[in-house]
């Protein structure tokens, strides 16, 4: 990942309004997109420009926040508890830092921002020398956003909002991103000027546009290459399109790292989410949370896989379930199999169709094949549990332990009354209820109904 280093840069982030278009009980900057809060994956991309500090203003539901986002090192909460306006929420920044040169300010609710976005900003400031340096775009539909004007030359004026703008003003299509890079010097003294004379009776901070030209200083606006960047998320609809144009952007670059993925516009791959080198996905998969998949590994359709950790070439088939697993190398699982949390796969284990583990070790080259429930168990290395066979590890009230040894097989349809120790090499029969501990070799068979043969019965017929 490309990163940037301004120790004489302060960002500030604005996080304190509502929301309120979310209708939603959770703060909108906690939002996730694809598995990340909005206002994280906008931090981490402040945090990749290594500035001196971070300030994010928080108001509405700011405890919250706080509590999700944690104490990063130099990241500063600054309350502002009444949301007066976008130019009073950095006001309420003062006094930034000795030694900060130029102060960034974006927005909490614009994930798809790239730091090197602003680190071009930031380049493009101070080469022109400039008070202000706003990030614009031209959109097709500039609704609701603040509008530039500029003079015959082609000079920024001002921003005109958009519950400000008069007809002639609306038609603009080059908007205001809400991106502004000001030297630190000149900020709080231009913020102090602001007033609220407006629609909305709110401090902005565009206002310091027209300030800092009328103090005969250097201001510019620069356009953006990629408009969608700046993207704000206000309502759940543009959470949607925000997040498949993260998802199309992750995707894409995961196949430029080596993952063949197919029929991508159905694959879901969260941002935290780690892949190795020729690995393939296919349809349908959804990687979740904090995976982490190794080399060569085939992730076979409709798998979904939630904070799971899989080492190199190892092989999920179709279907299979996976939540905070730990996998080694070469492991097959699936179709239709599900690791549950704390299910530990040693190297060469094969789990296959219809069969849950859930808080197990299953050791090194161990089978467990078909429609089994392995629960609270440890199991060393080269087993073979036979198909439909079952830990049963609930009495009701508590959890019991099934310990099994190395190269131990189970025949088909066994019940394992946990607790319950199996030594190694043991070898228990079909269909045997095992209730108490089993010695290491020979035969184990728990007592079976008696066969018998009525030669002469014959099978109903229909009337
Ligand atoms: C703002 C800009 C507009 C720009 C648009 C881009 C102003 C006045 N308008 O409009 O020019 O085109 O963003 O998306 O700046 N916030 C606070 N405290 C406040 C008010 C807002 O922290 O008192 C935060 C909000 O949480 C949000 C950000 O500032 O993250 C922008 O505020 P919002 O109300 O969304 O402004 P817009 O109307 O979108
Ligand atoms: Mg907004």
């Known amino acids: 990942m490309l990163s940037f280093h301004y120790p004489d840069l302060e960002i500030i982030v604005l996080a304190a309004g509502k929301g309120t278009r979310m209708r939603s009980r959770l703060p909108k900057v906690l939002h996730p997109v694809l598995g990340k809060a909005m206002l994280s994956h906008v931090l981490d991309t402040a945090e990749t420009l290594t500035p001196q500090a971070i300030s994010v203003v928080i108001g509405h539901e700011a405890d919250q926040i706080r509590a999700t986002?944690?104490?990063?090192?130099?990241?500063?909460?600054?309350?502002?508890?009444?949301?007066?306006?976008?130019?009073?929420?950095?006001?309420?920044?003062?006094?930034?830092?000795?030694?900060?040169?130029?102060?960034?300010?974006?927005?909490?609710?614009?994930?798809?921002l790239q730091a090197q976005t602003l680190a071009s900003l930031v380049e493009k400031h101070r080469s022109a020398d400039a008070s202000v340096s706003l990030l614009s775009a031209h959109l097709e539909d500039a609704t609701?956003?603040?509008?530039?004007?500029?003079?015959?030359?082609?000079?920024?004026?001002?921003?005109?909002?958009?519950?400000?703008?008069?007809?002639?003003?609306?038609?603009?299509?080059?908007?205001?991103?809400?991106?502004?890079?000001?030297?630190?010097?000149?900020?709080?003294?231009?913020?102090?000027?602001?007033?609220?004379?407006?629609?909305?009776?709110?401090?902005?901070?565009?206002?310091v546009i027209p300030l800092a030209i009328a103090a005969g200083t250097?201001?510019?606006?620069?356009?953006?290459?990629?408009?969608?960047?700046?993207?704000?998320?206000?309502?759940?609809?543009?959470?949607?399109?925000?997040?498949?144009?993260?998802?199309?952007?992750?995707?894409?670059?995961?196949?430029?790292?080596?993952?063949t993925i197919m029929q991508r516009e159905t694959v879901r791959i969260e941002a935290s989410v780690m892949l190795g080198r020729d690995c393939t996905v296919h349809a349908g998969c959804q990687l979740l949370g904090a995976t982490r998949i190794g080399d060569g590994c085939e992730l076979g359709p409709y798998t979904v896989i939630r904070d799971g950790a899989l080492d190199d070439d190892c092989c999920v088939q179709a279907f299979s379930h996976i939540?905070?697993?730990?996998?080694?190398?070469?492991?097959?699982?699936?179709?239709?199999?599900?690791?549950?949390?704390?299910?530990?796969?040693?190297?060469?284990?094969?789990?296959?169709?219809?069969?849950?583990?859930?808080?197990?070790?299953?050791?090194?080259?161990?089978?467990?094949?078909?429609?089994?429930?392995?629960?609270?168990?440890?199991?060393?290395?080269?087993?073979?549990?036979?198909?439909?066979?079952?830990?049963?590890?609930?009495?009701?009230?508590?959890?019991?332990?099934?310990?099994i040894g190395d190269r131990v097989f189970i025949g088909s349809d066994t019940k394992l009354i946990a607790p319950v120790f199996v030594d190694d090499d043991a070898t228990i029969g079909a269909g045997s209820i095992i209730t108490t501990n089993v010695d290491a070799g020979g035969l184990t068979l728990s007592a079976r109904p008696e066969q018998r043969h009525k030669s002469k019965w014959r099978r109903p017929k229909k009337d």
Not at 229 to 248: C, F, H, K, P, T
Not at 362 to 383: A, E, F, P, R
């Open 69 to 112: 986002i944690g104490e990063p090192e130099n990241l500063r909460w600054v309350m502002q508890s009444e949301q007066l306006g976008t130019g009073h929420a950095v006001q309420c920044c003062a006094p930034v830092n000795e030694g900060c040169r130029d102060v960034l300010i974006v927005c909490g609710d614009t994930p798809l």
């Open 144 to 207: 609701g956003y603040g509008r530039v004007v500029r003079d015959e030359s082609g000079a920024v004026l001002r921003i005109v909002e958009h519950k400000d703008a008069h007809a002639d003003e609306q038609a603009i299509q080059e908007v205001s991103s809400g991106i502004f890079c000001v030297r630190q010097a000149d900020l709080f003294r231009l913020l102090d000027q602001v007033d609220n004379s407006n629609a909305q009776q709110e401090y902005y901070l565009p206002d």
């Open 323 to 403: 939540e905070k697993a730990i996998v080694a190398n070469r492991a097959k699982i699936g179709p239709f199999a599900r690791l549950r949390p704390e299910a530990r796969l040693d190297e060469d284990v094969h789990i296959g169709n219809f069969v849950e583990i859930k808080k197990s070790v299953i050791g090194k080259g161990s089978k467990v094949n078909h429609l089994s429930y392995i629960g609270d168990t440890h199991m060393g290395s080269d087993c073979n549990i036979g198909a439909g066979s079952i830990t049963c590890n609930y009495d009701g009230a508590n959890k019991h332990q099934t310990h």
């Open 218 to 259: 250097n201001v510019q606006a620069v356009v953006m290459d990629d408009a969608n960047e700046m993207s704000g998320i206000n309502n759940r609809r543009q959470l949607a399109d925000v997040e498949a144009a993260m998802q199309q952007r992750i995707i894409y670059d995961w196949q430029m790292q080596g993952v």
